[in-house]
């Protein structure tokens, strides 16, 4: 299951608001019996994801209109 698209606006920062959101996703990705979750973290995102359980699985390079970038194939196993 991949975890996509995880945006709380930075008006918001630090009230729980992304934490809510996600731990929302989990319990329903618990609850449907998916065996891990995938997401692809920024690097100003990388450090929520590991604080929620995620590990990186790889580093990546991306471009996007003309423009180089990095991010992070994370992973977190639901199921032993």
Known sequence: ?????LYADPAYARRGVATALFE???????RIGA????????IPAK???E????????????ML??????N???RKMLIA
């Open 1 to 5: 299951m991949l975890a996509d698209m």
């Open 24 to 30: 929302a996703l989990e319990t329903e990705a618990r």
């Open 35 to 42: 065996a891990e979750l995938h997401t692809e973290a920024s």
């Open 47 to 49: 450090p929520f994801f």
């Open 51 to 62: 604080q929620a359980g995620f590990e990186v699985i790889a580093v990546q390079t991306k």
């Open 65 to 70: 209109a003309g423009i180089l970038f990095q």
């Open 72 to 74: 992070f194939s994370m």
